[in-house]
Protein backbone atom coordinates (compact mmCIF):
# COMPACT_ATOMS: atom_id res chain seq x y z
CA UNK A 1 0.00 0.00 0.00
CA UNK A 2 1.09 3.22 -1.22
CA UNK A 3 2.12 5.54 2.04
CA UNK A 4 1.18 8.55 -0.43
CA UNK A 5 -2.16 7.92 -0.39
CA UNK A 6 -2.82 8.80 3.56
CA UNK A 7 -2.62 11.75 4.63
CA UNK A 8 -0.45 13.31 7.65
CA UNK A 9 -3.07 13.30 10.01
CA UNK A 10 -5.40 10.21 9.99
CA UNK A 11 -7.92 9.30 11.68
CA UNK A 12 -8.48 5.87 13.48
CA UNK A 13 -10.78 4.47 10.50
CA UNK A 14 -7.44 5.46 7.51
CA UNK A 15 -4.69 3.81 10.57
CA UNK A 16 -6.75 0.82 10.65
CA UNK A 17 -6.45 0.29 6.94
CA UNK A 18 -3.07 1.26 7.22
CA UNK A 19 -2.27 -1.28 9.37
CA UNK A 20 -4.93 -3.75 8.59
CA UNK A 21 -6.37 -4.00 11.96
CA UNK A 22 -10.16 -3.58 12.90
CA UNK A 23 -10.90 0.28 13.87
CA UNK A 24 -11.87 -0.72 16.90
CA UNK A 25 -8.40 -2.34 17.94
CA UNK A 26 -6.54 0.83 16.63
CA UNK A 27 -8.55 2.69 18.99
CA UNK A 28 -7.73 0.75 22.21
CA UNK A 29 -4.13 0.47 21.19
CA UNK A 30 -4.82 4.78 21.31
CA UNK A 31 -6.69 4.64 24.21
CA UNK A 32 -3.96 2.36 26.44
CA UNK A 33 -0.87 4.35 24.46
CA UNK A 34 0.46 1.61 22.61
CA UNK A 35 0.08 3.91 19.96
CA UNK A 36 1.36 7.35 18.67
CA UNK A 37 -2.13 8.99 19.05
CA UNK A 38 -3.45 12.34 20.24
CA UNK A 39 -6.85 12.70 21.36
CA UNK A 40 -8.63 16.04 20.09
CA UNK A 41 -12.45 15.95 21.64
CA UNK A 42 -13.60 13.15 21.33
CA UNK A 43 -11.63 12.01 17.83
CA UNK A 44 -8.25 10.55 18.02
CA UNK A 45 -5.49 11.33 15.03
CA UNK A 46 -2.30 9.63 14.39
CA UNK A 47 0.43 11.61 12.59
CA UNK A 48 1.92 9.13 9.73
CA UNK A 49 5.39 9.84 10.70
CA UNK A 50 5.06 8.86 13.89
CA UNK A 51 3.13 5.65 13.28
CA UNK A 52 5.80 4.33 10.92
CA UNK A 53 8.70 5.57 13.17
CA UNK A 54 6.61 3.40 15.95
CA UNK A 55 6.22 0.51 13.27
CA UNK A 56 10.32 0.56 12.94
CA UNK A 57 10.72 0.47 16.11
CA UNK A 58 8.42 -2.62 16.67
CA UNK A 59 9.76 -4.40 14.02
CA UNK A 60 13.58 -3.95 15.10
CA UNK A 61 12.53 -4.97 19.12
CA UNK A 62 10.51 -7.73 17.45
CA UNK A 63 14.12 -9.04 15.55
CA UNK A 64 16.00 -8.87 18.41
CA UNK A 65 18.02 -5.79 17.24
CA UNK A 66 18.44 -2.51 19.63
CA UNK A 67 16.45 0.33 18.31
CA UNK A 68 17.12 3.85 19.13
CA UNK A 69 14.86 5.60 21.60
Do not use: C
Not at 6 to 29: C, D, K, N, W
Not at 41 to 57: C, S, T, Y
Amino acid sequence: MENESFPQIMTISQVARYLGLHELTVRRLAREGAIPALKLGRQWRVKRDLLEEWIEKRSMRNLGKPSEG
